[in-house]
C-alpha cells in the first residue's frame, strides 16, 4: 500500500510539474507578445537603416574648410560626429576641432598645444601654466584702460605676472579695446581673400571685448588667442566657428565672418547681408555645397521611409537656410553687376558685368534646385517660415532675371504651404477660447500671421489663382473671414511685431 501511495505521488509531482511548465511557457509566450507588438507597431519609427546623417553633416562641416584649419564647435552634435569623421573616416585629419566647452579646462588647453592626426599644435601665446590649476578662469573688467591695444598686446598682459595687480586680487582684463593688424598681401596669399577683394580689406578688425559682459572665460580668451596668434601668423591656421555655435561666442567678430558652408571663416572683409545675417563667401561655399557635401541618406530615400528625429531635422533646416542665405547673396551679386553695367562699368570683379551677373543668377538657381532635390520635402518638410523664405528667393530670382521657372516653383511651393498650414488653422478654429489660450507661441504664429502672410505672396505672384486657393481652404473647413481679419491686420501699415490681438468670439 505504501508503495502505490509513493507512485501516486510521483504522479502527482509530476503533473503538477507539467502545469507548472505549461503556466510558465503561456507567461513566456504572453511576455514575448509584448515586445513582438511594440516592434510591429514602432519599427519604422526608431529604424535609422539608410540613415548616415551624423556621418555626413560631420563631413560637411569639415568639407566647409580650408586645408589646416581650425573649427570652433560646443555642443554634442557639432564635435563628436567631426571626430568620428577624423578618428573612423579618416577624413580631414589636418582639421583640428576645438570644442569651446572644453576650451575652459587647464587639460583641454593642454591638448590643443600638441599635435593631433595631421594637425600641427594650435598657434597660441599661452603656455602649459597659463591656464594651469585653474588660473584664469574667469577674467575682469574691473579698471579698464580704453586705450586701444593689438589683441596679442592685450593678452601678454593677461598671461603676464601682474594680472591681479587690483584691490580685489582677481585676474584682470587691462586692456579689453583691442584690434588685430591685418596684412592684405598675406590674408591674398593664404587664399582668405581674393585679390578682387584686396580694396575691402579692412586694415585691423576692432573688437571691443567690454561689450561681452563683465569679464570673460578662459574659454573665450583661449578662443581669441588662437584667432590672433592665426592672423599674425599669416592666417596659417584659418579659423572658423561651426554655424551651430550660438553668436554669443564669436567675440564680437560677426561682421567678419563668412559663411563657407557649415561654417563661419574669419576674415578680415567687414559686412552683413541685407537681412542682417553672416554674408556667404559665395564662390567657396558653391563649391562646397555643390561639389563637396554629403546628404545623410535623405536625398535617396523614399517618402516617409526614413525615420528623422528631431535633431537631425533641425540640422536640415539649418542646411536649408544656409542654402537660402546663399542663393540670395548670389542674387545679389548678379544685381550689383548688372547695376555696375548700366553705370558703363567695363569690369566687375574681374569680368564683364553682364557676363558675371549671368553666372551669379545661374548659380543662385542651381542652389535652390539641389537643395529641393537632396533635401526633399518628402522625407524633411519644411520647418515653420522655411518654405515662405525658399518661395521668396524662387520669387526673388524669377523677378531680377524673367526666369519663369523660378516663378513657377514659388508658386508651387506656397500653394504647397498655404494648404498644409490650412490644417493647422482648421484645428485652431476649432477650439474654444479656454484651448486657444493655451497655445504656443509657434501656434498662434502660424494662425495669426504665417498662414495670411504666405496667401499674401501667392497672390503677389499668382493673383488669377487666388480664387482658386481660397476655395481649396474653405472646403477643408477653413473660417476665410477669420483668416481675412488677420491678412488686413498684417498688412504693411500694422506695425511690425504687434502682436494681433484675437477676440473670443473670433476663435471658434
Known sequence: MAKKDKKSGQREELGNTTKGLAVAGLAALVGLGVPLQMVSQTWDDHDRSGRYAARDFGMNYLASLEP????????????????????????????????????????????????????????????????????????????????????????????????????YGMSEIKYPRTFIPIDADQAIKAGVVTE??????????????????????????????????SIEQGWKRPCYFAMTVPTS???????????????????????????????????????????????????VAKPGSLYLDETVRRMVTTLRSAMTTLAMDLTYEGMAAKEAGKNGQASFMGQAPQSYAADRFDKAVKVLNTMMEKLP????????????????TYAFIGQQTGNKEATRKAIDILKAEVMRYAGYVRY??????????????????????????????????????????????????????????FMKASKPEAQAGDEVTVEPDSQQ
Open 428 to 485: 485652431y478654429q476649432s477650439l474654444t477660447p479656454g484651448q486657444y489660450d493655451r497655445l504656443t507661441m509657434v501656434d498662434r504664429f502660424i494662425d495669426q500671421r504665417y498662414l495670411p502672410m504666405l496667401i499674401q505672396d501667392y497672390a503677389s505672384l499668382d493673383e488669377g489663382g487666388l480664387e482658386t486657393l481660397m476655395n481649396q481652404i474653405q472646403q477643408q473647413g477653413v473660417n476665410l473671414d477669420r483668416v481675412y481679419s
Open 377 to 392: 520635402l518628402g522625407a524633411a518638410p519644411f520647418a515653420v517660415q522655411m518654405g515662405q523664405q525658399v518661395a521668396d
Open 249 to 299: 561666442y564669436y567675440l564680437g567678430l560677426s561682421p567678419y565672418l563668412r559663411n563657407t558652408g557649415m561654417a563661419y571663416q574669419v576674415t578680415p572683409l567687414k559686412g552683413m547681408s541685407e537681412s542682417g545675417d553672416i554674408m556667404s563667401a559665395t564662390d567657396k561655399m558653391y563649391d562646397n555645397v555643390m561639389n563637396k557635401f554629403r546628404w545623410g541618406g535623405i536625398d
Open 196 to 229: 578682387n577683394q584686396r580694396d575691402m580689406v579692412e586694415e585691423y578688425i576692432g573688437l571691443s571685448l567690454d561689450r561681452l559682459g563683465s569679464g570673460m572665460t578662459s574659454s573665450q580668451i583661449m578662443s581669441l588667442d588662437i584667432i590672433a596668434s
Open 68 to 167: 589646416n584649419a581650425v573649427i570652433f564647435t560646443n555642443g554634442d552634435n557639432d564635435t563628436f560626429p567631426l571626430w568620428y569623421c577624423q578618428e573612423v573616416e579618416n577624413f580631414r585629419t589636418d582639421v583640428r576641432v576645438v570644442n569651446l566647452s572644453y576650451l575652459a579646462t587647464d587639460w583641454y588647453i593642454a591638448q590643443m598645444q600638441r599635435p593631433a592626426y595631421e594637425s600641427e599644435p594650435l598657434p597660441m601665446k599661452a603656455d602649459k601654466m597659463t591656464f594651469a590649476y585653474d588660473n584664469r578662469q574667469f577674467n575682469y573688467f574691473i579698471d579698464p584702460d580704453t586705450m586701444p591695444v593689438p589683441v596679442l598686446k592685450s593678452l601678454e598682459h593677461l598671461y603676464g605676472p601682474n594680472y591681479k595687480n587690483n584691490p
